[in-house]
Structures are given as C-alpha cells and as structure tokens.
C-alpha cells in the first residue's frame, strides 16, 4: 500500500486527537412539542464524555438530521461543540444529495472552530455511479480545509462506495477515513487492502467493529454507544491494543443488544431504550415513530439482561 503525503496541518492529528477508538453518532433529544431538548441534549454529551467515548457524531442519520432545519442542524453542532469544549474530536454530519447543498453545508460547519472534521454521506436517492460519488465527495473536499470522513452506507441512500472508488478519493489529501456500513465484511477487506496505509477505516456496524479492528480498522462510529458508551469504548480500546480477551467478553455480552438497537430503523429503538433509562423522553420526528409494543418488550428484556436497566420497567 501506498502512503499519501502528511496530513498532519489537521487537527484531528495534533496534541493526540487522531480519529480512532469509539465515537458515537448522537441521537437528538426532541421534546413532546417537536422542538429540539437542549438541557437533555447538553446532559447526554457530558454523559458521552465523561463514560469514556473517545469522539462525538452529531446530526448523523442516528441525529434525525433529515428532518431538522438548518437552524437547528446548527445548533445541535453548536451545543455539542460548546458542552464537549475541545475534550474530544468533533466529527460533525454534513450531508445532501445535491452536491452543491452539500458542499455549502460542509462550508458552514467547517467553519465552526469545534469541528475537528465533517461526516458526509453519498448522494441518496439519486443513485449516482461511481464517477458521480467520485466527483460529489471531491467537491465537498476541495471546498473546505477540514479532514473529511465519507460514509458508506448503501442500505441507506442506495448508493454504494466501491473499494476501487474509495482509493481514488483517498489521494484527495483532506478525505482522510470512510464509516464503512455497506454490510459487506468482503468488501471492508478489500478497501482495507486497497487504500493508503495511513487512510482510516471506521466500523459503521457495532456487531462488527472487532473483525474490522482486526483487518486493520481504527475504530467504530456507533449507534450502541448512545445506550452504552463506556462499554463500546472499552471494547474498541481493548482490540484496538490487541487486548482480544476482553474485547470478545464485552462483544459477547453486548451483541444482543447491538443487534437489537436494529429491530427497527434506527434510532427508534435506541431513543426507547434511552428514554427507559431517564437519559431523554423518548420523542421523535415523522417519519420516525415510536417502537412497536412487542418491539419495545423485547428491547427492555435485553436491556436489563446486559445491565442497562436496574430493573425491568413497566413498557408503555
């Protein structure tokens, strides 16, 4: 593999915020009105922080970010910046399947002092070919001096990052790491022999952040880590410095409910589980709904039996 020239003029390489370990793609606490929770907001951060997670995804799709404003897609960007106060990189969500929203709103946040980086998906819906995504994530990058990480997530937007395609984009010096979620362990392999050495590969999938650790990954941008932070950090961390013993003891423990946060879409049954442990009501915004009944009881068995919950809660 070949090696790009440094990125260190990037701020995510300096004073040891290098983008590695866990972060998490923060759900966005709404109230009963609709309108965005800041205390519960704010509180969630601090909670993040402080169990451990080593960055923080704001206004992913886990963020309900397609159906929040602009104003409030800046904000929720603003809040995290102001309550994280430089403790951990800010990789900041920046989508839109027209490329020049897209590059005017990765202009926007990269501009934010706090933002260590932007997060930015392909093209959903218009279903762009390979040389489409190519030229879309270039312009996003050349438009802003901030690191950018692609995401791959064609179960999402329909639009798949080929390996072949994520090496061209590689050589772009600002798009330093991709959140793979295609589903395709063979696929991962493959980009994972195929980019530069010193290109970061990132999970997009709790319940296979360990095979992708150990196929040369640096991390996991996870959905699990809004309901257990500190235990999908430690996790990461551990395989991460080769340490797999714990690593597959945390994995095993916690798989049912990495793959549970999945029984619908996503972040319905995270925001259930969440609002079960008092951390936010659990409110939402069309199209998202609440959980099914027979959802939501099994949810809360899996949750007590990994330890999220002290007890078994009466499921409304």
């Given at each position: 593999m070949i090696r790009r020239e440094n990125w260190s003029w990037f701020g995510l390489s300096c004073a040891g915020m290098k983008l590695r370990g866990c972060g998490t793609a923060l759900v966005t606490p709404f109230r009963t009105d609709g309108s965005i929770d800041e205390p519960a907001l704010r509180s969630f951060v601090e909670w993040q922080i402080s169990s451990g997670v080593h960055f923080l995804v704001p206004c992913g799709t886990t963020g309900e970010t397609p159906t929040l404003t602009h104003n409030e897609w800046l904000r929720v960007i603003d809040i995290t910046i102001e309550v994280t106060n430089g403790r951990v990189p800010i990789v900041a969500g920046a989508t839109s399947n027209s490329t020049y929203e897209a590059v005017q709103k990765a202009k926007t946040v990269a501009s934010r002092p706090g933002v260590d980086a932007i997060l930015t998906a392909s093209p959903y819906y218009n279903k762009p070919t390979q040389e489409g995504q190519y030229q879309h994530f270039r312009a996003i990058a050349e438009a802003i001096d901030k690191p950018v990480?692609?995401?791959?997530?064609?179960?999402?937007?329909?639009?798949?990052?080929?390996?072949?395609?994520?090496?061209?984009?590689?050589?772009?010096?600002?798009?330093?790491?991709?959140?793979?979620?295609?589903?395709?362990?063979?696929?991962?392999?493959?980009?994972?022999?195929?980019?530069?050495?010193?290109f970061i590969v990132l999970s997009g999938d709790d319940a296979i952040t360990l095979p992708v650790i150990s196929l040369g990954g640096q991390g996991i941008i996870s959905v699990a880590s809004n309901v257990i932070p500190a235990e999908v950090a430690a996790m990461t961390q551990a395989a991460l410095d080769g340490n797999w013993i714990p690593a597959r003891k945390l994995h095993r423990k916690h798989l049912p409910l990495m793959q549970a946060l999945f029984l619908e879409s996503n972040p319905m049954p995270a925001k259930c589980?969440?609002?079960?442990?008092?951390?936010?009501?659990?409110?939402?915004?069309?199209?998202?709904?609440?959980?099914?009944?027979?959802?939501?009881?099994?949810l809360e068995k899996i949750a007590f039996d990994v330890g999220v919950l002290a007890e078994r809660v009466a499921a409304g």
């Open positions: 990480v692609l995401y791959n997530v064609p179960g999402r937007t329909a639009a798949n990052i080929e390996p072949s395609t994520l090496a061209r984009l590689a050589q772009i010096r600002n798009i330093i790491a991709v959140k793979e979620a295609s589903g395709s362990m063979t696929q991962i392999a493959e980009a994972l022999n195929i980019v530069p050495e010193d589980i969440l609002s079960m442990m008092g951390r936010m009501e659990e409110n939402y915004r069309l199209p998202m709904v609440r959980v099914k009944p027979e959802t939501r009881s099994r």
